[in-house]
């Protein structure tokens, strides 16, 4: 009587090789792997969250507060022509006023922020905390510096008597002038707009309950505004 022939079953790795299929624990554990590298920690304490939603809000507010600032220039200057900026203003004073108290609202919120910022990120590392608020309380006052510059074309503007010493050309050379000198200490501020945010991209990376890209990305983001702010005063025509 013939003999049945055997079967032929293939080896099976115990490697994890081959054994890339859906649902397939070597899957599973490189997908683990991969949400580790994009966030380091699942559990938040609730307090932890509740601070992190209202620094979260205090990040959106400034953005929009500042956006509106930053837009001054594009609204009023008119590149060259200090009669034109000068006519722009005087007839749009209100509008012009609510850009200024918009950067100072920003300012003031911006304290708030990084505050907040402190107390949720201070358990990671103090000092690195500590270094991220006085880098915001440095440029606090650099931006109302900054703010005078914007409000001098008001005072300059208002029609006194006592601006009657001088014809209305040399009034709207001044207000240009202040304006470029606005301009220039954005340019200046900027440096610490980024320099905060490497202390403040690290304590990210690490917090271990905040996704580690966007540590990265404020990381980058620093060295992006260092650029523009070095680039800006060394060649200011470009």
């Keep these: 009587e013939p003999h049945p022939r055997p079967v032929l079953a293939m080896p099976v790795r115990t490697d994890g090789v081959h054994d890339l299929g859906a649902g397939s624990p070597v899957r599973k554990e490189r997908w683990n792997q991969f949400r580790r590298v994009l966030q ?38 008119v590149s060259g022509d200090a009669a034109a900026t000068a006519g722009k203003i005087a007839s749009s004073q209100l509008l012009y006023r609510l850009y200024v108290i918009s950067g100072l609202a920003s300012q003031i919120l911006f304290v708030f922020l990084v505050l907040a910022l402190y107390q949720l990120l201070k ?18 006052p650099m931006s109302f510096a900054n703010m005078l510059c914007e409000i001098a074309p008001l005072v300059l503007l208002n029609g006194a008597d006592y601006w009657s010493a001088f014809d209305k050309h040399q009034l709207d050379a001044l207000t240009m002038g202040f304006l470029s000198l606005r301009s220039y200490g954005i340019n200046a501020v900027m440096a610490l ?46």
Aim: hydrophobic share 60%.
């Design 123 to 140: 358990g990671v590392n103090k000092r690195q905390a500590s270094l991220m608020v006085a880098l915001v309380l440095v440029q606090v």
């Design 40 to 77: 380091v920690g699942i559990h938040v304490d609730e307090g932890i969250a509740a601070e992190a939603r209202v620094a979260g809000v205090l990040y959106l507010m400034l953005g929009v507060l500042s956006a509106l600032e930053m837009s001054i220039p594009k609204v009023f200057i």
């Design 193 to 238: 707009w980024g320099l905060w945010l490497l202390p403040f991209g690290v304590l990210v990376y690490r917090s271990g309950f905040i996704n580690r890209i966007l540590g990265v990305f404020l990381i980058i983001g620093c060295f992006g505004w260092l650029a523009i702010s070095v680039t800006s005063l060394l060649f200011p025509a470009y």
